[in-house]
């Protein structure tokens, strides 16, 4: 079982409104990352971190927002959510460069 | 930049039968990873071969490499109906810190 979890699971908000999603991992990983998902479909890289005070936009352009201020957590924001915005997000973890991510539930937003 | 592609992207067999699904990607690796998720879930790390390696097993998984063909194939023998989920490739382009996701095979066991 991965310790790394995401609140919260599922959320459904109107358009405009500002939601963070969490992210929190109890493994000591440097390196995490944020994928964006719809049903059915491949991940989409679209923010990464190596460590605190490190951020990198993915392959995916992203409206969102992350930070890492603490290793063990790295929330991501959207100022102002549209329906365009509704998906699933997943975030990610791992130590190294090249070993296995750890994949936390998911937070599935649906934006009104 | 879609780099793994898994084929066929669905696939449907009886228990106890074995399913076969395949990657192919486009620059050069230092490992490639198969995962698995369930729908609605987090995706789930099942085995990493390096591309110095040509095979892995692990339980009823087999994980071939073809590095001059640049494919990968992952054999589940035996499967169950517990089996059913969607399973992806995922390369890490040459050693780069991303981890890029193909598109998924969902493969569907019936019991």
């Known amino acids: 079982e991965a310790d790394i979890y995401q609140t919260p699971r599922y959320l459904v908000i109107g358009t405009g409104k500002k939601i963070t999603l969490e992210c929190s991992q109890t493994?000591?990983?440097?390196?995490m990352y944020w994928y964006q998902q719809d049903p059915g479909m491949e991940l989409h890289l679209i923010h990464y971190?190596?460590?605190?005070?490190?951020?990198e936009k993915g392959d995916l352009s992203s409206e969102s927002t992350v930070s890492r201020i603490r290793t063990e957590h790295f929330p991501l924001t959207l100022e102002s959510a549209r329906p365009s915005h509704t998906s699933q997000y997943l975030c990610?973890?791992?130590?190294?460069?090249?070993?296995?991510?750890?994949f936390g539930e998911g937070s599935r937003l649906t934006v009104l | 930049s879609q780099q793994g592609e898994e084929d066929p992207q669905a696939l449907s067999i009886q228990e106890g039968e074995n399913a076969t699904m395949n990657c192919s990607y486009k620059?050069?690796?230092?490992?490639l990873q198969w995962y698995r998720q369930n729908s609605g879930r987090g995706l789930v790390h099942l085995i990493l071969?390096?591309?110095?390696?040509r095979e892995k097993h692990s339980g009823r998984l087999r994980v071939t490499l073809d590095t001059s063909k640049k494919s990968s194939s992952l054999l589940i023998t035996a499967s169950r109906a517990a089996d059913t989920a969607s399973y992806f490739c995922?390369?890490?382009?040459?050693?780069?810190?991303?981890?890029?996701f193909g598109k998924g095979t969902k493969l569907t066991v019936n019991p």
């Open positions: 071969i390096r591309s110095n390696e």
């Open positions: 493994m000591g990983h440097d390196k």
């Open positions: 620059t050069s690796i230092n490992n």
């Open positions: 995922a390369t890490d382009q040459g050693g780069s810190e991303k981890l890029v």
């Open positions: 971190s190596y460590g605190v005070n490190s951020t």
């Open positions: 990610a973890s791992r130590t190294g460069g090249t070993g296995e991510l750890f």
